[in-house]
């Protein structure tokens, strides 16, 4: 059984950092392409971050371009997001999905995820 477990989320104030994870279990991370996705209040899902199997390929969404790194550890079974001097526009419910390097819009919806884990970034 799929099972992602994001973590990490929290409180921050604007230029501040959190590290988040999304523990795999059920599959073998190192054979899937990854994504991290946010969801701000009233929004759809918004990508941010892809990354290939073996992390030859990597690519960020504009707004995070920058600010945020995307790392896999394929032994431990685990993704990672750094995120770096953050803002308030970076409050969300943030994602990991499964099996996807890039999407957009509703098409992110069709990827399995995890429960989320919240970011709210304030002063």
């Known amino acids: 059984q799929v099972q992602l477990v994001e973590s990490g989320g929290g409180l921050a104030q604007p230029g501040g950092s959190l590290r988040l994870s999304c523990a795999a279990s059920?599959?073998?991370?190192?054979?899937?392409?990854m994504s991290w996705a946010r969801q701000a209040p009233g929004q759809g899902l918004e990508w941010v971050s892809g990354?290939?199997?073996?992390?030859?390929?990597?690519d960020y969404a504009d707004s995070v371009k920058g600010r945020f790194t995307i790392s896999r550890d394929n032994v431990q079974n685990t993704l990672y997001l750094q995120m770096n001097n953050l803002q308030p526009e970076d409050t969300a419910l943030y994602y990991c999905?499964?099996?996807?390097?890039?999407?957009?819009?509703?098409?992110?919806?069709?990827?399995?995820r995890g429960q989320g884990t919240q970011v709210t970034v304030s002063s």
């Open positions: 990354i290939y199997s073996d992390s030859t390929k990597i």
């Open positions: 999905l499964k099996g996807v390097f890039s999407c957009e819009g509703p098409v992110c919806d069709d990827f399995e």
């Open positions: 059920g599959f073998t991370l190192g054979m899937w392409a």
